[in-house]
């Protein structure tokens, strides 16, 4: 498991390598996306960070904080990685993570929102109103099954 802002500035620096960025809210759904991933693909997390369902939808809030001082605009590189080198996440982890971030490319954030929040680990932890509404892992590897 990595740790989940090591992940958030992986997403950062390809996103704006391959030149189409990505803005805090979308870096929350596709931080939702990639833990499905690994669940799924490796039955254990990609980061410990617990997501909590927010009212737009899947969120980790210690990335979000990190990164909504740039609000709906794209998280420029240099803010958070500079010093950050991708070898702290495996070759064969990270050809997961582009898979997934290239297929997420064309998705702007409020379409990514429209779709997890019909998602039923979302519909559940936001209405059931859980100890700060946690989407637990069990309900997305249920969910993406």
């Known amino acids: 498991m990595y740790d989940v802002l090591n992940i958030s500035r992986y997403i950062i620096q390809y996103s704006n390598q391959q030149g189409y960025g990505v803005s805090c809210l979308k870096l929350q759904k596709l931080l939702y996306f990639l833990q499905a991933e690994f669940l799924l693909k490796y039955d254990y997390p990609l980061f410990v960070e617990k997501i909590e369902a927010w009212p737009f939808g899947p969120v980790i809030p210690v990335s979000y904080y990190r990164y909504i ?69 069990e309900d997305i590897k249920k969910y993406f099954m």
Not at 74 to 81: E, V
Not at 82 to 107: A, C, M, Q, T, W
């Open 69 to 137: 001082l740039f609000g709906s605009m794209d998280i420029p590189t240099r803010y958070d990685c500079k010093n950050f080198s991708k070898d702290v996440i495996s070759r064969e982890h990270r050809k997961i993570i582009n898979k997934l971030l290239d297929y997420f490319k064309d998705y702007s954030s409020v379409l990514l929102t429209d779709i997890t929040i019909k998602q039923s680990p979302w519909i559940n932890s936001f209405y059931r109103r859980s100890e700060n509404n946690e989407i637990s892992v």
